[in-house]
């Protein structure tokens, strides 16, 4: 059964701060790795990551895949209140026609001021 | 706004009845995913169709059945509803299959 995990489930942290998130996945015929955040309703899109070792950025956050040990992470620089959300990390994989994407139950991040 | 609508964003209904929601995806998107997100279970992975064909299914339940229409939206039908089915309902949708999936506001659903 595919599966994908993510650590820390909860996580308050101050403004200013540095944080990182983990997802590891076990999952047949991987095709993608993706990053959601999800403030009040729906999951907004942040990354998709199919590469080894290549870092995907924007603005304060970034991310990295890596293939081999089937993991990757979601850095959040300086930290602002409005980063407060959960994080979604979602593995695509693929069997012949059909596309399945995968949740991990999520990082609830907290930022206070 | 990622461009896909939901309705009713929000439905309160009584066990035993049958409910449908309804999804519009991104302008030119094919494939349409439905999730049921709770509480408990995080966002978990009913069906996926592709420019009107099923696709994929997951864990959706022998009450639940959806379809996609040729204009491309696409309805999620549950039925014989029971108190565990209240969730949150999410429509996603992708250019093709394998793309981003973008997500819609969700249909709130409240069984009583």
């Known amino acids: 059964e595919d599966k994908v995990v993510q650590s820390p489930l909860s996580l308050v942290v101050h403004e200013g701060d540095t944080v990182t998130l983990n997802c590891s996945y076990e999952v047949t015929n991987f095709r993608s790795l993706l990053w959601y955040k999800q403030e009040k309703k729906a999951p907004t899109f942040l990354f998709m990551l199919?590469?080894?070792?290549i870092e995907k950025k924007s603005g304060r956050l970034s991310s990295i895949l890596d293939k081999k040990e089937l993991f990757s992470i979601l850095n959040i620089t300086a930290t602002q209140t409005g980063d407060s959300a959960v994080y979604l990390c979602a593995v695509m994989n693929s069997g012949g026609s059909n596309y399945k994407l995968t949740f991990g139950k999520g990082t609830l991040l907290t930022v206070n001021p | 706004d990622s461009g896909v609508t939901q309705t009713p964003k929000h439905l309160i209904t009584a066990t035993g009845q049958r409910v449908t929601l309804r999804c519009s995806p991104r302008s030119g998107d094919l494939s349409v995913y439905w999730y049921q997100q709770s509480l408990d279970q995080g966002l978990q992975f009913l069906i996926h169709?592709?420019?009107?064909?099923?696709?994929a299914k997951g864990n959706i339940l022998e009450r639940f059945s959806a379809q996609q229409f040729p204009d491309l939206h696409s309805e999620l039908n549950l039925s014989s509803l029971e108190l565990g089915d209240s969730a949150l309902y999410f429509c996603a949708s992708s250019v093709r299959d394998g793309n981003t999936i973008y997500f819609g506001e969700g249909s709130w659903l409240t069984v009583v």
């Open positions: 169709y592709y420019n009107g064909e099923e696709r």
């Open positions: 199919t590469s080894s070792g």
